[in-house]
């Protein structure tokens, strides 16, 4: 007897949530399968392929149920990509997302990083082919505090 179960997939770059969305499976996937993105995750997305690769399987603690990691995989997995330091003193946990979407819309497949930094900047430093523009630097940031003054001040409490 076949069982089906709706199962929460998440897809990450790195430590960054790009999308989730849940999946009918009858069996679930092994590590190493490649699985279709969700139609609408992928509209979000630019630069990354329509489907990723399963990394590893861990369980909700919650509700016990299996929750799929896919990893996200780059169109052009050899380029030299952007890596932006960002000050996680300075950006509040629940807007860390909306922060790596605006970067997403901005920059080529960037990988971020979260640093405690006592600088009173959102972007502590950017590597990779951006990081020789330091205009665009700027222009990130004042985009990122724009954000940040635009949210609901019960979002930006730390």
């Known amino acids: 007897m076949n069982t089906h179960h709706d199962i929460t ?3 990450l770059d790195g430590k960054s949530l790009l999308g989730n969305w849940t999946l009918d499976f009858e ?5 190493g399968d490649s699985l279709p993105l969700d139609a609408v995750v992928a509209s979000e997305l630019r630069g990354y392929r329509d489907h990723a690769l399963v990394s590893r399987i ?11 990691i896919l990893d996200a995989l780059p169109l052009n997995h050899e380029a030299i990509r952007n890596v932006v330091i960002l000050n ?6 629940p807007l ?4 790596e979407r605006l970067l997403r819309s901005r920059l080529e497949v960037p990988v971020f990083e979260w640093v405690a930094s ?3 900047r959102p972007i502590v430093d950017i590597h990779g082919p951006d990081s020789g523009c330091h205009t665009a630097v700027l222009r990130l940031g ?3 505090r724009a954000l940040l003054a635009a949210a609901s001040p019960l979002t930006t409490v730390g």
Do not use: C, G, M
Request: aromatic share 2%; no cysteine; net charge negative.
């Open 27 to 31: 069996k679930l996937p092994t590590i």
């Open 58 to 68: 861990d369980v909700d603690l919650a509700s016990q149920d299996p929750v799929i």
């Open 88 to 93: 996680e003193n300075y950006i509040s946990k």
């Open 9 to 11: 997939v998440r897809l």
């Open 142 to 144: 004042e985009e990122i």
């Open 118 to 120: 006592h600088e009173a």
């Open 96 to 99: 860390r997302h909306d922060v």
